[in-house]
């Protein structure tokens, strides 16, 4: 069983992190995860590996450097060296801008953008990752990292940072034959989804209903995607056909992204 590629998720405990690991899992991988929530960390193993997938996972936090670097560690010392990185911890928020505080900004680029650069450079450096033949980092992007999102211009700037620093690290990694694509879901109906709909509700003095409405009115296919359609994308990326497909930022939406 050793020979089975080795994949780590950040934020693997909820919505479209826990459908990747459990995509991967199922296509064959063995899935090492993290999250900030050590007893969230400790259920989803436990589930996954009910479901009889091969999962296991650390507690961290992935706006930390040593945090960093001790699940990399732990992902390697448990599986071996990784094959497949998917960034997709982050977080929503937003609000008018002359009113975010520093905090709130500085916070939403760690945990959306400095962690991407954090997690990969530790993969690149000790996880193995760096010139792995099949090697694949996936990135959860957003279309708001290619359209503005009214009222989330940290979250707006994050992702689009993701997407430029996936760009130039696919170009900068591609003689080793390792890709680097980012997936940039819409909207997806997760715990993080509702959050923004209360968020919306409480800004435009209305209820989460009509802001469900309202979203969905923009979105062609008039619903949100799955998480497991997001995963779907990923897993196909982290799959040997996808080996031709790098420095791409590729929606799944919907058709509500526009490039
Ligand atoms: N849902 C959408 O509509 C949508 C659309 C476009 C893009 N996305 C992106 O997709 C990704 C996943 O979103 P989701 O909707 O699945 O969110 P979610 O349901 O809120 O799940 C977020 C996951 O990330 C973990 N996490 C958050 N901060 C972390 C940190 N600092 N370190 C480590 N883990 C952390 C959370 O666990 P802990 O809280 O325990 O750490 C949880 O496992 C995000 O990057 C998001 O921006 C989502």
């Known amino acids: 069983m050793t020979d089975r590629p ?17 995509q991967l899992g199922r296509s064959g991988h063995r899935v090492f995860l993290c999250a900030r929530t050590e007893q ?19 507690a961290g936090d992935v706006r930390d450097g040593a945090s960093v670097a001790s699940v990399v560690r732990a992902a390697v010392e448990r599986y071996g060296p990784i094959t497949v990185l998917v960034n997709n911890a982050g977080r929503s928020g937003g609000g008018v801008t002359a009113e ?17 650069f954090l997690v990969t450079r530790e993969v690149l450096r000790n996880g193995g990752l760096a010139g792995a033949e099949g090697g694949r980092i996936v990135n959860i992007a957003s279309t ?3 359209q503005g999102v009214l009222l989330g211009a940290p979250y707006s700037a994050s992702k689009h940072g993701v997407v430029g620093f996936t760009k130039a690290l696919g170009r900068e990694l591609a003689p080793s034959g390792v890709t680097v694509n980012a997936v940039c879901p819409g909207y997806v109906e997760t715990p993080m989804a509702e959050r923004v709909r209360k968020g919306y509700a409480a800004a435009w003095q209305t209820t989460e209903e009509y802001v ?9 296919l008039g619903r949100y995607s799955t998480s497991e359609e997001v995963a779907g994308l990923v897993g196909y990326l982290a799959s040997p056909a996808a080996a031709s497909i790098t420095a791409q930022a590729l929606n799944v939406c919907g058709g509500l992204g526009t490039f």
């Open 212 to 220: 469900l409405e309202q979203f969905e009115a923009k979105i062609p």
């Open 100 to 116: 975010i505080d520093d905090d709130l900004w500085y916070d939403i680029i760690d945990t959306n953008l400095n962690s991407v």
């Open 6 to 22: 080795v994949a780590l998720v950040t934020g693997a405990t909820s919505g479209i992190g826990l459908a990747v690991a459990r």
């Open 40 to 58: 969230d960390v400790k259920q989803t193993v436990a589930d996954l590996a009910d479901e009889g997938l091969e999962v296991d996972g650390v």
């Open 144 to 146: 708001a990292g290619k």
